[in-house]
């Protein structure tokens, strides 16, 4: 037997989009007024799935999740300009880069865990979901 467990975490961020193989007018022209410096309050909700332990009953443990995603991610984009973050170096920093981005990193830090899927959710009207692969 396998279960899923999500776990919502919360951070705020500074971004900008910007595509840097596209000149100043260009980006401003696809990205409009998110070409500017502006912030967030992020949602990444995570959810691995595991076979329950027999003696706690639990897939993972919370607070080894916690700490987990504590320490790959949010530790290194709370309260930062994204764009400035080495893990993310290179990614255009859209919900959608953002998701593939923290499931590349998330991924070999899960341990016995799978992840299974990545949500950035950026607004209330914006959420970001990434399951692997391609």
Avoid: Q
């Avoid at 279960?3 to 989009?17: D, G, K, M, P, Q």
């Avoid at 076979?51 to 607070?63: C, I």
């Avoid at 998330?106 to 950026?122: F, K, M, N, Q």
């Amino acid at each position: 037997m396998t279960l899923e467990l999500t776990r919502v975490y919360h951070f705020s961020a500074a971004h900008r989009l910007e595509n840097a193989a596209l000149s100043p007018d260009a980006n401003a022209a696809l990205y409009g007024m998110c070409h500017r410096p502006h912030g967030h309050n992020y949602y990444l909700e995570v959810t691995v799935a595991g076979r329950p332990d027999p003696v706690t009953g639990m897939a993972l443990d919370l607070e080894r999740l916690d700490a987990t995603v504590g320490r790959a991610v949010l530790d290194r984009v709370d309260h930062e300009a994204l764009e400035g973050v080495d893990a993310l170096r290179g990614v255009i920093t859209t919900g959608e880069g953002l998701a593939r981005a923290f499931w590349r990193i998330l991924e070999p830090a899960v341990g016995e865990a799978r992840l299974r899927r990545v949500s950035v959710v950026e607004t209330a009207k914006n959420r970001f979901e990434y399951r692997g692969g391609a």
